[in-house]
């Protein structure tokens, strides 16, 4: 059967385009997620990723790191080598878990607020890898030797951190960085040029948008955007992201 046909489904459709035109693109991004609490990541059924999940750009597996406990307790937590307050995650679930998702092709990444800073640029590296894993950890973090020896064993280890302020666990930072790196994926996004003018893609943050109607409670649309001359309104753009990242972001002008 020609595969061109219309009734090839969507999926497949989507698939071909992106192994024709981005051929180091993979067929379909695997990501598994390790954690002590799957039900969060119900969200991932939803919107965006959900519908590229159905469509089999995405396949993500979501592991319970109790199933690799065994003690009738499923104990994942101890107290800290050498004191301390909270509880340090067990290394021996984590390296279970991991022996039995892990290959030399996977891209392992532990979310913690003392990893660098996932930022735009690491979210397209991201987004072209074929097999991403990550380890949700809780209280005070993983026994440190977990990211060590699986150093030793992955394509690429990553700690990642999404921002200075401290979360309880590393699920709502996967689920931004998953968010993040799908959109990215060819195919997820049904008109690739909305990437393109996006805040941080070229540095710079976004310039205010506007909608109809032209007059809102009083409010006027810049008159540039009305008056159908392109040039301009490129020129207006740039200027309206310039002066909006000096404002707010200076650092990212490299004039913090
Ligand atoms: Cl990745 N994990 C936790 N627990 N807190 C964070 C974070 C990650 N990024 C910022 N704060």
């Given at each position: 059967?020609?595969?061109?046909?219309?009734?090839?489904?969507?999926?497949?459709?989507?698939?071909?385009?992106?192994?024709?035109?981005?051929?180091?693109?993979?067929?379909?991004?695997?990501i598994d997620i390790v954690t002590i609490f799957p039900?969060?990541?119900?969200?991932?059924?939803?919107?965006?990723?959900?519908?590229?999940?159905?469509?089999?750009?995405?396949?993500?597996a979501v592991h319970d790191l109790r199933d690799f406990t065994h003690?009738?307790?499923r104990t994942v937590d101890?107290?800290?080598?050498?004191?301390?307050?909270?509880?340090?995650m067990r290394p021996e679930p984590w390296g279970d878990a991991l022996d039995a998702i892990l290959t030399?092709?996977s891209?392992v990444i532990f979310?913690?607020?003392?990893?660098?800073?996932?930022?735009?640029?690491?979210?397209?590296?991201?987004?072209?890898?074929?097999?991403?894993i990550f380890c949700c950890g809780r209280?005070?973090?993983i026994d440190?030797r977990v990211i060590?020896y699986t150093?030793?064993r992955a394509?690429?280890v990553?700690?990642?951190?999404?921002?200075?302020?401290?979360?309880?666990?590393g699920?709502?930072?996967?689920?931004?960085?998953?968010?993040?790196?799908?959109?990215?994926?060819?195919?997820?996004?049904?008109?690739?040029?909305?990437?393109?003018?996006?805040?941080?893609?070229?540095?710079?943050?976004?310039?205010?948008?506007?909608?109809?109607?032209?007059?809102?409670?009083?409010?006027?649309?810049?008159?540039?955007?009305?008056?159908?001359?392109?040039?301009?309104?490129?020129?207006?753009?740039?200027?309206?992201?310039?002066?909006?990242?000096?404002?707010?972001?200076?650092?990212?002008?490299?004039?913090?």
């Amino acid at each position: 059967m020609d595969e061109r046909l219309p009734d090839a489904s969507e999926a497949t459709c989507q698939r071909r385009a992106r192994t024709l035109c981005e051929s180091h693109y993979a067929e379909s991004v695997r990501i598994d997620i390790v954690t002590i609490f799957p039900e969060f990541f119900s969200v991932l059924d939803v919107s965006l990723l959900g519908t590229a999940r159905k469509s089999g750009l995405i396949d993500v597996a979501v592991h319970d790191l109790r199933d690799f406990t065994h003690d009738r307790h499923r104990t994942v937590d101890d107290t800290p080598s050498g004191g301390g307050a909270g509880m340090v995650m067990r290394p021996e679930p984590w390296g279970d878990a991991l022996d039995a998702i892990l290959t030399e092709q996977s891209t392992v990444i532990f979310p913690t607020p003392a990893g660098s800073l996932f930022v735009q640029k690491q979210a397209r590296e991201l987004a072209g890898r074929e097999h991403l894993i990550f380890c949700c950890g809780r209280y005070e973090g993983i026994d440190q030797r977990v990211i060590d020896y699986t150093r030793t064993r992955a394509a690429e280890v990553l700690e990642l951190s999404i921002g200075d302020y401290v979360l309880n666990g590393g699920e709502v930072a996967v689920v931004a960085v998953i968010e993040a790196v799908g959109r990215l994926i060819p195919g997820v996004v049904g008109n690739p040029d909305s990437l393109v003018e996006e805040s941080h893609e070229d540095g710079l943050l976004e310039y205010p948008s506007y909608t109809k109607p032209a007059e809102w409670r009083g409010l006027e649309t810049p008159a540039v955007l009305l008056g159908g001359n392109h040039a301009a309104i490129a020129a207006w753009r740039r200027e309206q992201q310039l002066e909006r990242t000096r404002r707010v972001r200076p650092e990212l002008l490299g004039e913090g």
